[in-house]
C-alpha cells in the first residue's frame, strides 16, 4: 500500500532562514502531489499542487519540487516568519485513482523570531 | 465565496450513542470527502460523495456512514460510539475529484 514519509520532529529555524520540509513517498508514481498548510484547531488549507510533469513549482515565497526518480517532494519557504508557523503536510491520490487523497503525518514547523 | 461550513464545532458525547454531523460544501463543490484527524493516525480517508453518490470508503467500520444531498450538504454519522471515535472530523468540498480539496474547520468529537 502507498506509504507518505514527512519528518515527525519538528523544524525549529530562525526567522528570515530558508524551511525544508520533506516528503518521501513509495511504492507507486502518483500523477501530482500536493501541500498543504494546517493551524491548530483549523482545517488544512491547500497551498500547491505539483504534476509528475513539473520539476519545480512557485508562488511567492513557496517553492516545491516534485522528484519521480526519487519519489520525493521538497517544500521551501523562503525568508520565514513566525506567521509561518504550522504543520505542512504532503497528500498524493490513492494509486487506484479513485480520488482519495492521501496524507502524510505533516511536519511542524517553528519560526523563531 | 463562503467556505465549507461544518456543524457543530464541539460535541461531547457519550459512548453507545450516534452523532451526525452536518457539512455545507463551497457553492458549485460536487464532491464531499470526510475525514478523521486523530494525534496518532493523522488525517484518515472516511468516504467521498459526489453527486449524493457515495465513490470510495475507507477502512472504517460500518458504524460510520454518510449521505450527500441534492443540494451537495453531506452528513456523517457514527453510531454506537466508542471512547476512540474521538477525533477532529474533518469535511472538504472540491470542484470534481482529483482538485485541490477545500477544508472546513471540523467538528471536534469527544466520547466519554
Known amino acids: 500500500s502507498q506509504k507518505i514519509e514527512q519528518n515527525s520532529e519538528a523544524l525549529n529555524i530562525q526567522e528570515g532562514k530558508t524551511a525544508t520540509l520533506t516528503c518521501n513517498y513509495t511504492n507507486y508514481s502518483p500523477a501530482y502531489l500536493q501541500w498543504y498548510r494546517q493551524d491548530p484547531g483549523r482545517g488544512p488549507v491547500f497551498l500547491l499542487l505539483i504534476r509528475e510533469n513539473e520539476k519545480e513549482k512557485r508562488k511567492e515565497r513557496l517553492k516545491v519540487t516534485f522528484d519521480t526518480t526519487l519519489k520525493q517532494s521538497l517544500f521551501h519557504i523562503t525568508a520565514s516568519q513566525p506567521a509561518d508557523s504550522a504543520t505542512y503536510l504532503c497528500?498524493?491520490?490513492?494509486?487506484?485513482?479513485?480520488?482519495?487523497?492521501?496524507f502524510g503525518q505533516g511536519t511542524t514547523l517553528q519560526v523563531k523570531p | 465565496k463562503a467556505g465549507v461550513t461544518q456543524t457543530p464545532r464541539y460535541l461531547i458525547k457519550t459512548r453507545g450513542q450516534q452523532v451526525t454531523l452536518s457539512c455545507s460544501p463551497i457553492?458549485?463543490?460536487?464532491?464531499v470527502s470526510w475525514y478523521q484527524q486523530t494525534p496518532g493516525q493523522g488525517l484518515q480517508f472516511l468516504f467521498e460523495y459526489f453527486s449524493e453518490t457515495q465513490r470510495n470508503k475507507g477502512n472504517f467500520p460500518g458504524r460510520f456512514s454518510g449521505r450527500q444531498f441534492s443540494n451537495s450538504r453531506s452528513e456523517m454519522n457514527v453510531s454506537t460510539l466508542e471512547l476512540g471515535d474521538s477525533a477532529l472530523y474533518l469535511c472538504?468540498?472540491?470542484?470534481?475529484?482529483?482538485?485541490?480539496?477545500?477544508f472546513g474547520n471540523g467538528t471536534r468529537l469527544t466520547v466519554t
Open positions: 472538504a468540498s472540491s470542484i470534481t475529484y482529483n482538485s485541490p480539496l477545500h
Open positions: 497528500a498524493l491520490p490513492d494509486p487506484g485513482n479513485t480520488g482519495k487523497l492521501i
Open positions: 457553492s458549485g463543490h460536487r464532491s
